[in-house]
């Protein structure tokens, strides 16, 4: 009798990168902020959407906007002092936004010097415009992308999984997706198995090989 497999997940950091998608959360998910910048909890899990995920706040779809800060306000014109204010009402402004429209948020990146908010419901877009932010329509919340990858993670520890390495794991509700990274030798067993299985329902799991050291961050190897 095989002996049963069990995975360890390293908590959730957020990435801020410049010409990179700033996942938060995220957002990112156990989830993380991956010009583009991450702003999703877990987004990656190697270093999610900011994620230590922050507490979703209880505000709902029926109100999204309330409290919301409002346009984001003019910088001074010191060039560098002007992008560090910026960035830091961009991020005081994801915040809000993220408390605000509750469980329709999805995700969230910077781009252009411009706060982009993915949400799943027309009210929470008027919200995100409105607060001088720009909408994006995702597919599925923040919520059901960490559904998405607590079933990954469960059929992953399962027999009925590959045996694999899991060394860096985001999600975006940006692209409806997880992506994973794993050994080179890994990545084709692996998206064979997602492919006929489909653990995660209708999230796409996109497998990517790791570069780097090989320091896992899960493993479900007996």
């Not at 209880?58 to 109100?63: I, K």
């Not at 559904?147 to 059929?155: I, L, N, P, R, V």
């Not at 390495?165 to 994973?180: E, F, K, M, N, P």
């Not at 990274?181 to 329902?201: N, Y």
Request: net charge negative; proline share 10%; aromatic share 4%.
């Amino acid at each position: 009798m095989s002996s049963p497999k069990k995975t360890h997940t390293a908590a959730p950091v957020a990435v801020l990168a410049t010409a990179v998608l700033l996942v938060l959360s995220a957002c990112g998910q156990d989830q993380q902020l991956p010009g583009i910048a991450p702003l999703t909890a877990e987004s990656a899990e190697a270093g999610s959407s900011a994620n230590p995920d922050a507490p979703e706040a209880p505000a709902g779809p029926e109100n999204p906007g309330a409290g919301t800060t409002g346009a984001v306000p003019a910088t001074p014109s010191d060039p560098d002092t002007a992008m560090d204010e910026n960035m830091t009402q961009l991020l005081q402004l994801h915040t809000q936004l993220k408390t605000d429209l509750g469980p329709a948020y999805s995700d969230a990146w910077i781009e252009n010097n411009q706060l982009h908010v993915a949400v799943t419901t027309p009210e929470a877009e008027a919200a995100v415009l409105a607060a001088g932010a720009v909408p994006f329509t995702a597919e599925f919340t923040a919520q059901q992308l960490r559904d998405a990858t607590d079933a990954f993670k469960a059929w992953l520890g399962s027999d009925s999984a590959p045996q694999v390495q899991l060394h860096w794991l985001s999600t975006s509700g940006r692209t409806a997706s997880i992506t994973v990274r794993v050994p080179g030798d890994q990545v084709k067993p692996l998206s064979d198995a997602i492919a006929d299985q489909q653990p995660t329902g209708s999230v796409k799991v996109i497998v990517e090989e790791s570069t780097g050291p090989a320091t896992p961050l899960a493993t479900n190897a007996p």
